[in-house]
């Protein structure tokens, strides 16, 4: 199975922490918006979209990119590292999927979790979740990307 994980990872490295954990599970290759190529993606079978959450959405950057893919088809999933509480269930990631969904592209789960967070107001403190993405939360990252493989295997749905 070829996967690709497009990575914007811009504050602390919480976003390609989590990104390299799950491209250890699928035999991955991590790259950023800027270095990724959309012929590769094209001829990849699972492309991953993640970036961290500013402002209640995913990064310019990665929204940038999705937007200017071209039309195709494929299998994908979106994950997240946030400081806050996500309520309702990724709404940050929304856009993105339906981006991708619109371009051809099958949305096959989405992820996030809680990461170090230095935004405005919290870094008044020294910031929120200093010890994220924590040992739990890179196992819950590899444990949903054990999940797409096995998907992709033909042995079970993603979550």
């Given amino acids: 199975m070829r996967t690709v994980i497009v990575c ?6 919480n976003t390609r922490r989590v990104a390299d954990s799950m ?8 790259v950023s918006p800027e270095r ?3 012929a ?3 001829g990849a079978d699972l492309v991953g979209f993640g970036s961290g959450v500013f402002y209640g959405r995913l ?3 990665l929204t940038g990119f999705v937007k200017a893919l071209p039309p195709g088809r494929g299998r994908a999933f979106v994950f997240a590292t ?3 509480p996500a309520t309702p269930p990724a ?5 993105v ?3 991708l969904e619109a371009k051809g592209f099958e949305v096959e789960g989405t992820f996030s979790c809680r990461a170090f967070d230095t935004w405005a107001p919290f870094k008044l403190v020294g910031g929120i979740n200093k010890e994220r993405p924590d040992a739990g939360d890179l196992a819950a990252a590899r444990a949903f990307a054990g999940r797409l493989r096995l998907r992709q295997d033909g042995r079970g749905p993603a979550s």
């Avoid at 491209?23 to 991590?30: C, I, K």
């Avoid at 709404?91 to 856009?95: E, L, N, T």
């Fill in 8 to 13: 914007a990872s811009v504050s602390h490295g």
């Fill in 40 to 42: 590769e993606l094209a």
């Fill in 59 to 61: 990064h310019p950057r």
């Fill in 82 to 84: 946030r400081g806050l």
């Fill in 36 to 38: 990724a190529d959309p």
């Fill in 91 to 95: 709404p940050f990631a929304r856009p």
């Fill in 97 to 99: 999927v339906r981006l």
């Fill in 23 to 30: 491209a250890r599970v699928l035999g991955a290759e991590v």
